[in-house]
């Protein structure tokens, strides 16, 4: 059975910074692409992110590009987001899965974890 624990959200000021985890289990992590999603207040969830399976190429949304870094450690079955020059914007709670294309091909993949939930303000 999957399970994706995130965690690291909290509240932090515009400029700032935060780490996030993704602890994942019940499936072989090291061959799956993974994604960092978001979901704001009364708007739709969001892709931020995703690494491919090795690491070796990241996708971001433009609206994170520059700012955000996603990683991950095979041997640890995690999924990093590193998020500096946080905005107000960027409040939400945070969710991590399998890229979009897997997770609407895998039916395994498609509930989502209880999320971690970034606050942006003053």
């Known amino acids: 059975q999957v399970q994706l624990v995130e965690s690291g959200g909290g509240l932090v000021q515009p400029g700032g910074s935060l780490r996030l985890s993704c602890a994942a289990s019940?499936?072989?992590?090291?061959?799956?692409?993974m994604s960092w999603y978001r979901q704001a207040p009364g708007k739709e969830r969001e892709l931020v992110a995703t690494i491919t399976s090795t690491g070796g190429s990241t996708n971001y949304a433009d609206s994170v590009k520059g700012r955000f870094t996603i990683s991950r450690d095979n041997a640890k079955n995690t999924v990093y987001l590193q998020m500096n020059s946080l905005k107000s914007e960027d409040t939400a709670v945070y969710y991590c899965?399998?890229?979009?294309?897997?997770?609407?091909?895998?039916?395994?993949?498609?509930?989502w974890g209880q999320g971690t939930q970034v606050t942006v303000s003053s």
């Open positions: 019940g499936f072989f992590f090291k061959r799956y692409a």
């Open positions: 899965n399998v890229d979009p294309i897997t997770r609407a091909t895998i039916i395994g993949f498609r509930s």
